[in-house]
């Protein structure tokens, strides 16, 4: 016998025999975070570990940095918490229409903000761990991501902590204002339809501008739309431990994106998954055990833009998963096309002539051939249409590609006739040793 599905549902802590249970837990006044620390402990009938929450917060409050503007306990408790049970004891009028899994293909799935604020919610106090999650169907729980925000308090980060905070902050403040309860937040699950023939594609290369890349002022020094995010193949299937990548780094910053990883199965070699509309609340410095909250962003826009276009389009964050292979003779030749369709599956997802924001695209600190990732991005943004402009993490770096852009402009360099040049001067460097030391630019331009 076969069984035909419809397509597959997530399922919430409301649809669950434990929520009314759950619900008189909730529907309660907090007065102290030993209480809340009890809260947490109660709802998972003590399988989370007691003090946890506590622990954390004092942590917080102890930790004496001067660059962070802590959320006060009160402010936490009288406003966050309040804000969070009005969102967990409403969610079942919240969501009047079924949530979908996105597997491979191109589909999308929309949410209000006050959606995305619900859902993150749960994640925050751990309910998605208490229902099976999604409905029966081909798609199963483990090839989801585990949605669940408790490792943010086990991990004792308050660099995270603070930016969640922030986060729900924004959200209490603007709940009950229209913008924000009928702006949106879309998921694209992109599948690439063809790929492009990079030896015959004529188009020009396009404008790269750099940018350093720990600048507090990108938005307002050069306007974007489009920011890369390097993730893995399942989307934030790391939860916010101690050391952060730059993927968690990225949702950290965009929190509204994280609803992806929610709905979201792991990515095929020819697809991206665009989150649209989702802002960016803070900005995060530094990387693993150093990334810390660099400074809050006050960029929640709301309706059209100057040139008429819906926020939903005004900001998109395209993830895509760089191989694994990071170094010597795979990355240069074995993942080059594999990644190179990778980056144009999701530059190209949009018809949109504007500037697409990236770097060096791993989810772990780089140690291959920055130049091999540079050329990939670059072709793909050329490819859809797209300036580009290229965080530069060092003067050196910054000077090479400098230079090996005046050289593509002063000779009307084309993509194919690019792929052609790197391929000749991966070719000839076969059989050598040190492919992360190959300068690439200085070779192409010695052809």
């Not at 919240?94 to 006050?114: A, D, M, Y």
């Not at 600190?365 to 050329?375: M, R, S």
């Not at 249409?385 to 230079?403: A, G, I, P």
């Amino acid at each position: 016998m076969q069984f035909i599905y419809e397509m597959q549902k997530i399922i919430f802590p409301f649809e669950s025999l434990k929520w009314n249970a759950i619900k008189t837990k909730i529907d309660v006044e907090i007065e102290s975070t030993v209480q809340l620390d009890s809260l947490f402990v109660s709802i998972h009938d003590g399988k989370f570990k007691a003090r946890t929450i506590l622990d954390m917060f004092r942590k917080y409050y102890d930790c004496g940095d001067s660059q962070l503007e802590l959320y006060s306990e009160e402010h936490v408790l009288k406003v966050l918490f309040p804000l969070w049970r009005r969102l967990l004891l409403g969610s079942k009028k919240i969501f009047k229409n079924p949530i979908h899994v996105l597997s491979e293909g191109t589909c999308n799935q929309q949410f209000t903000r006050t959606q995305v604020a619900t859902i993150l919610t749960f994640a925050w106090f751990g309910l998605m761990e208490i229902t099976p999650k999604v409905s029966r169907g081909p798609v199963k729980l483990k090839q989801l991501p585990r949605f669940c925000l408790l490792d943010v308090f086990k991990a004792g980060n308050i660099h995270t902590l603070h930016a969640f905070l922030r986060y729900f902050t924004i959200v209490a403040e603007n709940l009950l204002q229209e913008e924000f309860t009928r702006s949106i937040v879309v998921v694209y699950r992109r599948k690439l339809p063809a790929k492009p023939n990079w030896r015959q594609l004529n188009k020009p290369i396009s404008e790269v501008y750099l940018a350093d890349a720990h600048s507090e002022n990108l938005q307002s020094e050069l306007d974007y739309i489009f920011e890369l995010c390097p993730c893995a193949n399942m989307l934030c299937k790391r939860r916010f431990g101690v050391d952060m990548n730059y993927e968690e780094i990225m949702f950290l910053m965009h929190p509204e994106a994280i609803v992806a990883s929610l709905i979201c199965t792991g990515m095929m070699q020819d697809e991206a998954i665009l989150v649209l509309g989702a802002q960016k609340t803070c900005k995060i410095n530094g990387y693993g055990g150093s990334a810390k909250y660099a400074c809050s962003v006050d960029d929640m826009r709301y309706g059209y833009g100057d040139d008429g276009r819906e926020l939903m389009l005004q900001t998109a964050l395209i993830c895509i998963d760089a191989s694994s292979k990071l170094a010597g003779i795979e990355q240069h030749v074995d993942t080059f096309d594999r990644d190179l369709t990778k980056a144009y599956a999701g530059f190209s997802a949009l018809n949109f002539h504007d500037i697409v924001m990236a770097s060096h695209w791993s989810t772990i600190l780089f140690t291959g051939n920055l130049q091999v990732k540079f050329i990939q991005l670059l072709l793909a943004a050329s490819a859809s249409d797209k300036k580009l402009l290229y965080l530069v993490q060092s003067r050196d770096f910054d000077e090479k590609v400098n230079e090996f852009m005046r050289w593509i402009e002063g000779d009307e360099v084309t993509c194919g006739q690019l792929i052609e040049m790197y391929q000749a001067v991966i070719s000839k460097r076969v059989k050598g040793n040190r492919f992360s030391e190959i300068d690439i630019f200085g070779a192409i331009m010695d052809l």
